[in-house]
């Protein structure tokens, strides 16, 4: 995961069409790698990673300051305008296991929009997806990041009154991953200080899997 000076992180991003996942992937880089816009149609139609620079000033290990390095995996959404669960499904396997199959998966981001609510069925095919991809410890190696938070801002829901009035689908599913969810407000998300939160975030929950990161190479090959 790190050498003496540096720590890598290996986050993949997981949604639907148009909730922001090539977005936020752009965000946590600092940089514009993922092709992002608005469109009628499914916009990613395959993987591809993206690699901060080097980032000073948001972790320190044993008194020693490290440099942090964010690798993101940008993923077809699902459902797909355009690609079957299975052509999604195993696009995103093959791509894990290349370019994570020596470190391990830190942390699957299923993003969702904080300013729709979220049903049932879509919180269901959300979960058969991640667990299909990622097996039974999914819920170890899962976070949510709610997009589009600055409208719910807007709306008069900061975060507090947001969770209060949130439907029992998503709570539900907080609860499952174990409350490990970060609201991102896309207005700031470009903004260094709003992405450093964000990023010190992810790190705290990697930092409660004790920095372990899911083998990615064993699990694809108990999935073939």
Not at 69 to 93: F, W
Not at 141 to 153: N, S, Y
Request: proline share 3%; charged share 20%; with cysteine.
């Amino acid at each position: 995961m790190a050498n003496s000076n540096e720590m890598t992180i290996n986050l993949v991003v997981l949604g639907r069409t148009q909730t922001g996942k090539s977005a936020a992937g752009n965000s946590l880089l600092g940089s514009s790698d993922f092709e992002s816009h608005w469109s009628p149609s499914s916009v990613t139609t395959c993987c591809s990673l993206g690699r901060s620079c080097r980032i000073l000033g948001i972790i320190r290990r044993n008194g020693c300051e490290l440099a942090l390095r964010v690798q993101v995996l940008d993923t077809p959404s699902y459902p797909h305008s355009s690609l079957s669960k299975e052509q999604v499904k195993d696009t995103v396997r093959s791509a894990l296991a290349h370019h994570f199959r020596e470190e391990g998966l830190h942390l699957a981001l299923l993003v969702l929009r904080a300013d729709l609510p979220l049903c049932p069925d879509e919180s269901d095919h959300a979960i058969q997806f991640i667990q299909e991809l990622l097996g039974p410890t999914w819920k170890d190696f899962t976070a949510v990041l709610l997009t589009h938070a600055d409208k719910a801002e807007e709306a008069g829901f900061g975060e507090e009154a947001y969770l209060h009035s949130a439907s029992s689908t998503l709570l539900s599913l907080l609860t499952s991953v174990q409350n490990k969810y970060i609201f991102l407000d896309n207005q700031k998300s470009i903004i260094k200080e709003e992405r450093d939160i964000v990023l010190r975030k992810l790190l705290n929950f990697i930092r409660q899997n004790r920095y372990q990161a899911l083998p990615l190479l064993k699990h694809s090959k108990e999935l073939n």
